[in-house]
C-alpha cells in the first residue's frame, strides 16, 4: 500500500503549503479518561493555517493509547459480571480468540484492564458487534 503525501491543504486550499514533520508530541484529553502525551507521530502541517493531517500509522497509534486509557477507568467502575474472557468473547461472536486479541490490540473493543495486565472485553461489546455484523 502506497504512502500519500499531501500538498495543498485540504483545510484552506494553499498550494504547496503541506510539511510532514516526524516526532510530533500531542496530548489528549477526554471527559472521562486523565490526559496523556503521546509522543513519535507523523504528521503533514500546513504552513499557512497550521491544520495538521495524522498519518495512518499514528492515528491506529492514537486510537490504541486512547482504548488502553479507557480500558483503564472501565477497569475501576465496570463489574466483574460484565467482563468475559477473550474465549467466552470469541465464541459468543463466532470468531477465534487470536480475532478478538487483534480487535482488542487495534482499540476496536472495549476492555477493561486488570491489575496484572490481563484485558477483558466487557459483555455489552458482544451484542454491539452482533448488530453491526
Not at 502525551?37 to 499557512?48: G, I, N, R, Y
Not at 482504548?67 to 477465534?96: D, Q
Request: proline letters at 3%; charged letters at 25%; hydrophobic letters at 35%.
Amino acid at each position: 500500500m502506497g504512502r500519500f503525501d499531501f500538498t495543498d491543504c485540504p483545510s484552506c486550499g494553499a498550494k504547496d503549503s503541506m510539511v510532514l514533520k516526524t516526532n510530533v508530541s500531542k496530548t489528549y484529553k477526554s471527559k472521562n479518561i486523565a490526559p496523556f502525551v503521546m509522543d513519535d507521530l507523523q504528521d503533514h502541517f500546513c504552513s499557512e493555517c497550521g491544520d495538521g493531517i495524522f498519518r495512518k500509522l499514528s492515528q491506529n497509534k492514537i486510537r490504541r493509547a486512547m482504548a488502553y486509557h479507557i480500558s483503564l477507568r472501565l477497569a475501576t467502575i465496570t463489574p466483574l459480571s460484565e467482563l468475559l474472557t477473550e474465549e467466552e468473547f470469541a465464541k459468543a461472536l463466532g470468531v477465534s480468540s487470536r480475532y478478538v486479541t487483534k480487535l482488542i490490540h487495534q482499540g476496536r473493543v472495549e476492555y477493561a484492564v486488570h491489575s496484572s495486565g490481563l484485558k477483558f472485553p466487557i459483555h455489552s461489546e458482544v451484542e454491539r458487534l452482533q448488530e453491526k455484523w
